[in-house]
């Protein structure tokens, strides 16, 4: 059977896109990008999370054209990303810096500027709540103007720009090992393809901006067995962390940097028991630390990059999850769905190459059957 | 005022400030437009702090404008797709670079404004310290 070159598509291919259109449309109301930046904070840090793009806006935007769809709404902030020029870098981000908006330990009661809760779902009853349904203006106005007017009975002067690290506690015990500040510039993914074995950079930035799913289902499966690690979570945070830049003529000066704004960010430190050999072989457990961090207040993914980090820091080859090209090649949101998602387009003379490969085999199988009949004959 | 400081003021004040100051200078000086506003990305270099290493956490979108006022250079530059204000930042900028005599006048409206917003931070803080656990021991028998 011989091959036979097509085209054609392009009136159906124009009609599907405006049908599509349609279903964003058909109900016949408008979702204003400013409602999906008042009210869907979650899907936004996700998508800005996955996209590694931090624009509250442009997220919300993707979202509203993805009909809500996150991995559209990546895929679309990716591509925009890859127009725009890259004007500077960011002097170093230290999370010492954050103001915090959220802080808890599991594994210290009391740490020092205490347990704040934040504003979190961990301690809600989760029963759907109808009365959203019929929720008006009036209603959440008159809420939040009552809440901000509430006067705080207690005074606390504890400095939410200035807590403590729980590490650092740990570290000053003895109990994790400490490290000398590496200043290395890091590598960039996004300007050179990933090689193995990658760079500690390399595994951080690719967990950072990994699909929260495929990051979270990864870090359960360490958990359930797939792993060898028992986490506790040592620290976790949400808060804003400000960014500056060097001036670009003359950057020796720190006080004469830029300040560009603030961006919310996630970060746990995760806390994995492990027995080291110290003098004339006395075992004693210290404590790794695996390091999570992602835009936006998204714990789950946070805290399990933290996991998966401390795995690639620790090659086992007993665990998939331990390995950093199961690892780092599978969690990309537009890289995982983006091929998927591929083989629904024409594949037509790959599978017809295919199924002309089976149909010869069949029919040289079938002569052959044919001829050890007529032999026996 | 150092950059670092009056930068942070201005962004993260009212940009009411920022219109105010910018006018004085476009009132009375030529501004020359060296770059207008435009959107672009900052790479935000993050030390973690298992290993104290340094990685590339992602990109900022920002909004960036240059202009020059008697030769010198101002730059604004701010999270987010904000042109109105990253030309006043360039002017307040330039303003400062070419050490004009209204600058002096800024210190108190600039202190005035981190007032502001101190103030302002501080009741956001409080509200958030009432989510603070005060944790109380249990009766044992």
């Known amino acids: 059977m011989g091959y036979v070159a097509v085209k054609g598509g392009t009136h159906a291919i124009e009609e599907s896109i405006r049908r599509l259109k349609y279903e964003r449309t058909k109900k016949k109301s408008i979702l204003h990008v400013k409602n999906i930046e008042a009210g869907m904070r979650g899907l936004i840090d996700q998508t800005m999370s996955e996209s590694s793009l931090f624009s509250e806006k442009l997220a919300s935007i993707a979202i509203k054209q993805a009909e809500g769809n996150p991995e559209e709404a990546v895929f679309l902030l990716r591509a925009y990303r890859s127009t725009l020029p ?39 009853h989760r029963l759907l709540d109808f009365n959203l349904a019929t929720e008006t203006d009036e209603d959440l106005l008159s809420w939040v103007s009552d809440f901000e007017k509430e006067e705080t009975t207690d005074s606390d002067d504890t400095d939410l720009t200035k807590l403590t690290k729980v590490i650092d506690y740990l570290r000053n015990e003895g109990l994790v090992q400490e490290c000398e500040r590496n200043d290395q510039e890091p590598d960039d993914v996004t300007r050179k393809s990933l090689e193995f074995p990658s760079s500690r950079s390399e595994r951080l930035q690719i967990l950072s901006r990994g699909q929260t799913g495929a990051v979270t289902s990864l870090a359960y499966a360490v958990i359930r067995g797939y792993g060898s690690l028992h986490p506790t979570v040592g620290e976790l945070r949400v808060g804003d962390l400000p960014i500056y830049i060097n001036n670009p003529i003359d950057p020796t000066d720190d006080d004469d940097s830029y300040f560009i704004g603030e961006i919310k960010v996630t970060e ?47 090659k086992n080859p007993d665990y998939p999850s331990h390995n950093e090209e199961f690892v780092l090649f599978h969690i990309d949101s537009v890289e995982s769905t983006g091929f998927i998602s591929h083989l629904k387009m024409p594949h037509y003379v790959t599978f017809q190459s295919k199924l002309d490969s089976v149909r010869k085999t069949k029919k040289k199988h079938s002569e052959l059957n044919q001829e050890k009949q007529e032999v026996r004959v | ?99 004009l005599d209204e600058v002096k006048g800024w210190i108190p409206l600039l202190l005035a404004e981190e007032e502001n917003i101190a103030v302002e931070r501080k009741e956001f803080d409080n509200k958030v310290l009432q989510t603070k656990v005060n944790f109380e021991n249990m009766d044992v028998e």
Not at chain 1, 95 to 121: C, N, Y
Not at chain 1, 287 to 313: P, R
Not at chain 2, 78 to 99: H, M, R
């Open chain 1, 268 to 314: 746990a430190e995760m806390l994995m028991p492990v027995t080291v050999e110290k003098e004339h072989g006395k075992k004693e457990i210290e404590f790794e630390i695996g390091y999570g961090v992602c835009y936006g207040q998204n714990e789950t993914k946070a805290i399990s990059m933290g996991i998966l980090d401390n795995c690639l820091e620790n």
């Open chain 2, 1 to 99: 005022m150092k950059r670092k400081t009056r930068t942070r003021i201005l962004i993260n004040g009212s940009s009411n400030l920022s219109e105010q100051l910018a006018t004085q200078i476009t009132d009375r000086y030529e501004v020359q437009m060296i770059e207008e506003p435009n959107n672009g990305l900052v790479m935000v270099k993050m030390e973690e702090n298992a290993k104290k290493s340094l990685f590339y956490l992602g990109e900022v979108f920002v909004t960036e404008c240059k202009v020059q006022i008697n030769g010198q250079l101002g730059i604004g530059i701010l999270k987010g797709d904000k042109p109105e204000l990253s030309y006043y930042l360039a002017v307040i900028d330039a303003a400062y670079q070419a050490e």
């Open chain 1, 86 to 124: 890259r004007k500077h870098y960011s002097n170093k981000v230290v999370s010492e810096d954050m103001r915090v908006e959220r802080r808890i330990s599991a594994s210290f009661k009391d740490i020092p500027g205490g347990q704040i809760l934040g504003a979190t779902t961990d301690y809600t």
